[in-house]
């Protein structure tokens, strides 16, 4: 089945830097790759999905790429703010086929004001 | 438009017994699935309901079982409860099986 590695588990920048998360996934059908940010006590939250007919998808600070004939995708934040400090999880699915979400185990972001 | 909701936010049970948890999908969504996510582990599948019928299963014993409502609203119940299923149990919505899955905000279970 779909596997989901996912580097760093811990990353930590200062305010106004950049920060990346990697993820790579081991089913080549996979088809939809989602981002959660999760707060301490809170539930994901959905920040971007990138499907696999995009190479690369923006919205405001954040941008997902995806490589699929590496099979792995990154998150990108830009101009990093402390709200931005949480734990984030990527994940993949096969839409329209298996459409469980499998989950990285997370990366917890610290941006240092 | 409210979003996807769960009860109770809390419980406390002992092993061997038996739990459920509820959720109510986000208006408008009529498949519901439900992850389990262990203290700083990633959400794992459990099941999806789509038209009142499980449509997928994870890696979780029969202990786990599920139903879905003509409201499209879901239960998780949980028998023989064990120390190790303690976890936060979130619920997603999503329109159909293609969709984008938004969560709840779970049912932290503590087995003692």
């Known amino acids: 089945g779909e596997n989901v590695e996912q580097h760093p588990s811990t990353l930590s920048v200062q305010e106004g830097d950049s920060a990346v998360i990697k993820c790579t996934y081991s089913?080549?059908?996979?088809?939809?790759f989602p981002w959660y940010k999760q707060e301490l006590g809170k539930r994901p939250q959905l920040i971007i999905d990138?499907?696999?007919?995009?190479g690369e998808k923006k919205d405001q600070r954040i941008a997902v790429t995806l490589n699929k004939t590496a099979k792995h995708f990154s998150l990108h934040i830009t101009e990093t703010q402390p709200e931005d400090s949480a734990v984030y999880f990527c994940?993949?699915?096969?839409?329209?086929?298996?459409?469980?979400?499998?989950f990285g185990k997370g990366t917890k972001l610290t941006v240092n004001p | 438009d409210a979003g996807v909701t769960q009860s109770p936010t809390h419980l406390i049970k002992t092993r061997g017994q038996q739990v459920t948890l509820r959720c109510s999908p986000k208006?408008?969504?009529?498949?519901v699935s439900w992850y389990q996510q262990a203290l700083g582990q990633g959400p794992q599948f459990i099941f999806q309901?789509?038209?009142?019928?499980?449509?997928q299963r994870g890696n979780f014993p029969d202990r786990f079982s599920g139903h879905q409502f003509p409201n499209y609203s879901s239960e998780l119940n949980v028998n023989a409860l064990l120390l190790g299923d303690s976890a936060l149990y979130l619920c997603?919505?999503?329109?159909?099986?293609?969709?984008?899955?938004?969560f709840g905000p779970g049912t932290r279970l503590l087995v003692l």
């Open positions: 997603a919505s999503s329109w159909g099986l293609k969709e984008t899955q938004y």
């Open positions: 208006s408008g969504h009529d498949t």
């Open positions: 994940a993949a699915s096969i839409q329209g086929g298996s459409e469980k979400l499998v």
């Open positions: 990138i499907r696999s007919n995009v």
């Open positions: 089913d080549s059908a996979s088809n939809y």
């Open positions: 309901y789509y038209e009142e019928e499980e449509r």
